[in-house]
T-cell receptor, first 114, second 114 residues
Framework: SQQGEEDPQALSIQEGENATMNCSYK?????LQWYRQNSGRGLVHLIL?????REKHSGRLRVTLDTSKKSSSLLITASRAADTASYFC??????????????FGKGTHLIIQP | NAGVMQNPRHLVRRRGQEARLRCSPM?????VYWYRQLPEEGLKFMVY????????ESGMPKERFSAEFPKEGPSILRIQQVVRGDSAAYFC????????????FGQGTRLTVV
């Protein structure tokens, strides 16, 4: 399986509820990023968490990183209809001279029901 | 400061034709990355370029694909003799300082091979 796998693949919740998405990866990383992609649009960078950080907040977003478990979670609180999108985690591997470029998972498709 | 501009947004090519995808990075950004997104999948790294140099092309298919980022003008991703399997969304990202910086993405070019 690939680096950066999101779970679940799809999530449908009611507006106002919290949404939690998880990401697992395999190799050691320098940082992990979360992106949002609205249908038919490009990616929007949401938040970056470095390997020496455990938690980071940005507005209604909360990201955690557990390097011992090689996993991260993205929590969106008080969800809104506009949060409906696909969410991707991307890892920046600590490849020591290997391939550059982020590695993306397949994404979690989040649907917020009004 | 305009964002990363990609054109065309949609491109239709017949099998065997050439596809040229353009990416104009954000002003002041000299690092460009190309990613491919197949349907229902996450982004896959293809190539990382700086002005006039290919830094890492480990994600590029060995044949028919090439990329350049000339001193003047946009970065070009060129696909020769396109096949149906090349149908995908191609995203370009730019950053000011290189791989570890936050990358800004374009809206993507959706290539359809018929």
């Amino acid at each position: 399986s690939q680096q950066g796998e999101e779970d679940p693949q799809a999530l449908s919740i009611q507006e106002g509820e919290n949404a939690t998405m998880n990401c697992s990866y395999k190799t050691s990383i320098n940082n992990l990023q979360w992106y949002r992609q609205n249908s038919g649009r490009g990616l929007v960078h949401l938040i970056l968490i470095r390997s020496n950080e455990r938690e980071k907040h940005s507005g209604r977003l909360r990201v955690t990183l557990d390097t011992s478990k090689k996993s991260s979670s993205l929590l969106i609180t008080a969800s809104r209809a506009a949060d409906t999108a696909s969410y991707f985690c991307a890892t920046d591997p600590d490849s020591g001279g290997g391939a550059d470029g982020l590695t993306f998972g397949k994404g979690t498709h989040l649907i917020i029901q009004p | 400061n305009a964002g990363v501009m990609q054109n065309p947004r949609h491109l239709v090519r017949r099998r065997g034709q050439e596809a040229r995808l353009r990416c104009s990075p954000m002003k002041g950004h000299s690092h460009v990355y190309w990613y491919r997104q197949l349907p229902e999948e996450g982004l896959k790294f293809m190539v990382y370029l700086q002005k006039e140099n290919i830094i890492d092309e480990s994600g590029m298919p060995k044949e028919r694909f090439s990329a350049e980022f000339p001193k003047e003008g946009p970065s070009i991703l060129r696909i020769q003799q396109v096949v149906r399997g090349d149908s995908a969304a191609y995203f370009c990202a730019s950053s000011p300082t290189g791989y570890y910086a936050e990358a800004f993405f374009g809206q993507g070019t959706r290539l359809t091979v018929v």
